[in-house]
């Protein structure tokens, strides 16, 4: 599943958002967009996932034109797992798994035997059998995400959008998150606020400055001190961990404050 982002510039109120965006994400990659606050993740990630409309520019999955493909169609080839993912009504887990399913069925189908075991399974993979009974509400963060993740998985789409999926969570949760999503062998976009956490997971990162992509390439490539200088203000110190053998970064001072 190759996701490709042409020439995409997005308005509001006839101020540029998003500058002649290109992104090109192969299948099998797991790839970070880290930025500053306000440069313009999320607003990328609802042009590719169609909650905006680019005014100029496409986005292509395996070629096919995602503005030509209806909402069940995208769903089917895309899953999403945002921010925003508010729940009004509590729910059973399975039921709020289950959802997945909707890009399969037709209006009013019931769930099938197969729907169940799908969603069953995904609830294995994100390590909560045993909470299917269990309300939504009464969750942690930490199991939210992970059933959000499950429902996400329950779609059986090859390619997955995640807008800061570890936020609000603590240490242990956020490095479950992301084992999971990086033991599925799919191909993963995600807004990501840790550098670190880009650095250990993400095989390509994107790097954003008001409105524009202006780097990416590998952790080691894109993660440097002047870009943490240049992009985010502050000063840090980059090395190769011996520990992880990966990009690890330690935060120094405020430098623009």
Not at 73 to 89: D, G, L, P, S, W
């Amino acid at each position: 599943m190759k996701l490709k982002v042409h020439n995409l510039f997005y308005k509001i109120f006839g101020k540029d958002i998003l500058k002649d965006i290109n992104i090109e994400i192969e299948k099998g990659d797991f790839v970070g967009l880290i930025g500053p606050n306000g440069c313009g993740k999320s607003t990328l990630l609802k042009n590719i996932y169609r909650v905006y409309r680019p005014y100029r520019g496409t986005v292509f999955i395996d070629d096919c034109n995602l503005n030509k493909l209806t909402s069940k169609e995208t769903a089917r080839k895309m899953a999403v797992m945002v921010q925003e993912n508010n729940v009004e009504f509590d729910v059973k887990v399975l039921d709020m798994v289950i959802l997945g399913r909707y890009a399969h069925k037709k209006l009013f189908e019931n769930n099938s035997k197969y729907d169940l075991d799908i969603a069953r399974i995904s609830l294995k993979e994100v390590g909560l059998s045993n909470y299917e009974n269990r309300n939504f509400f009464s969750l942690s963060g930490g199991e939210k995400q992970r059933v959000l993740i499950a429902r996400a998985l329950t779609q059986k789409a090859e390619f997955i959008i995640l807008d800061e999926p570890t936020n609000y969570l603590d240490i242990r949760c956020q490095f479950q998150i992301m084992d999971i999503l990086k033991n599925q062998k799919i191909t993963v976009f995600s807004s990501i606020h840790d550098l670190n956490i880009a650095a250990l997971y993400c095989n390509k990162i994107f790097v954003m400055k008001e409105g524009k992509i202006i780097d990416y390439g590998s952790s080691e490539e894109v993660i440097t001190e002047n870009m943490i200088k240049t992009v985010f203000g502050v000063n840090a110190k980059v090395e190769i961990s011996s520990y992880i053998g990966r990009v690890n970064v330690t935060y120094t001072s405020n430098i623009n404050v």
